[in-house]
């Protein structure tokens, strides 16, 4: 990727180890290069480390559900495609994850704490590029792109088990 793009990670709440910053850059990255177009221009957006509480409560104000998720995506355009002017960064959005539920969801799924959050991560930027599973088609697309930059990665298929895409 050619684009300058900038990702600030920031720890809000939750036992994020020590290396969870570079996890959620390096995830970032990958779904910024497989799916941003670099004639966009810069591009920023941030990833906030959270726990179940913050996201619970982000997720009653905002999508009306009054329970924690995995993770949150919001966007701060409303094109499907974010426009840029140039030389000033598209501001692409928040992806903010909850420590406790990522924690939950490895062991119940038997997955590496770090793959699931890897997975989370490339989930929530797609979603900030447009991606959606609101449709079988919208969610065909989104998982096997999701597979295919999670296997770059050396992360197994997360949907092999249920075909089901996490919560946004």
Known sequence: MTTSVDIAVSREAGA???DAEWLAERAA???????????????????????????HRLNREYRGKDKPTNV????LTEAEEPEAQEGVP???GDVIL?????????AEQRKSFNDHMTH???HGVLHL???????DDEAEEMEALE??????????????????????
Request: aromatic share 8%; no cysteine; net charge negative.
């Open 72 to 75: 949150l995506s919001f966007a």
């Open 16 to 18: 994020w180890a020590e």
């Open 90 to 92: 598209v501001m692409l």
């Open 29 to 55: 990255l990958a779904a910024l290069a497989a799916a941003y177009d670099d004639e966009e221009g810069p591009a920023e957006l941030s990833v906030v480390l959270a726990d179940d509480e913050l996201v």
């Open 129 to 135: 590029l447009g991606y959606d599973h609101e449709t």
């Open 98 to 106: 909850a420590y406790e539920t990522v924690a939950r969801e490895a």
């Open 147 to 168: 597979t295919r930059l999670l296997a770059t990665l050396g992360i197994a298929d997360p949907y092999a088990a249920n075909h089901q895409p996490p919560d946004r």
């Open 120 to 122: 989370l991560v490339m």
